[in-house]
């Protein structure tokens, strides 16, 4: 039985959250076409979206298959190309772990550190009505997330560390998250991988001279 092969692109900017998506297309290891987009022009244009509504980074489209959304990305990525084990088979005991910890950062951590970010804090007794409960609670637990040896699935490696640990990386760079010695660690100890290593360097060359915002 001959195998498909479906042209994978990558519609990404080089400061953006698209550096997480790079990060897990070099660990996939899989041919991937980049379409870089501009802030301000063509992330906004009729062409882009089309394929993101939300008219922002990163997306991809694997043959006729579109994804946005970089932790949906990240799980999808895993998921089509399981020859690079960057997630637990379905039915794997680990795999409600993997979920919890991908989707964790994808909820809890992302909003926490985006409104700590702003300035926002949460009323006293208000707490319930947010998804992640205040800040300092996020941290607890993501702390709790990266205190083992290696990686949040124990000695496995996956799509969840790429999310959740390039959201310790970016929060320790910008200063949305409180510096604790398991953070740093932590991303020290997968930052040095060659696919993490190798995607930083070609999105540092791709930045442009004039940075541009958000």
């Not at 070099?26 to 979206?49: F, I």
């Not at 089509?80 to 997630?87: I, K, N």
């Not at 926002?120 to 319930?128: C, L, N, Q, S, T």
């Not at 997968?190 to 541009?212: F, H, M, Y």
Request: proline content about 7%; some cysteine.
């Amino acid at each position: 039985m001959t195998r498909t092969v479906h042209t994978l692109t990558f519609y990404t900017h080089p400061m953006s959250r698209g550096r997480i998506v790079r990060w897990m297309l070099e660990e996939v290891g899989a041919p991937y076409e980049t379409c870089l987009l501009d802030y301000h022009t063509t992330m906004k244009a009729p062409e882009y979206l089309a394929v993101n509504p939300m008219g922002k980074v990163p997306a991809i489209r694997h043959g006729d298959v579109v994804v946005t959304e970089t932790a949906a990305i990240c799980a999808y990525l895993a998921d089509a190309f399981p020859d690079a084990r960057l997630a637990p088979p379905p039915g794997h005991p680990d795999r409600g772990c993997y979920y919890r910890w991908l989707f964790f950062a994808a909820g809890p951590i992302e909003a926490a550190f985006s409104n700590h970010a702003l300035g926002f804090v949460v009323p006293d007794g208000r707490e319930r009505m947010m998804g992640y409960g205040t800040y300092n609670q996020v941290l607890d637990v993501l702390e709790g997330a990266v205190s083992g040896e290696k990686y949040l699935l124990g000695e496995r490696f996956s799509a969840a560390d790429v999310y959740l640990g390039s959201q310790i990386g970016f929060g320790l760079e910008f200063g949305t998250l409180k510096k604790r010695p398991v953070y740093e660690r932590y991303w020290s100890r997968i930052s040095s991988r060659p696919a993490c290593v190798k995607a930083r360097q070609i999105d540092d060359a791709l930045i442009p001279t004039k940075p541009q915002s958000h």
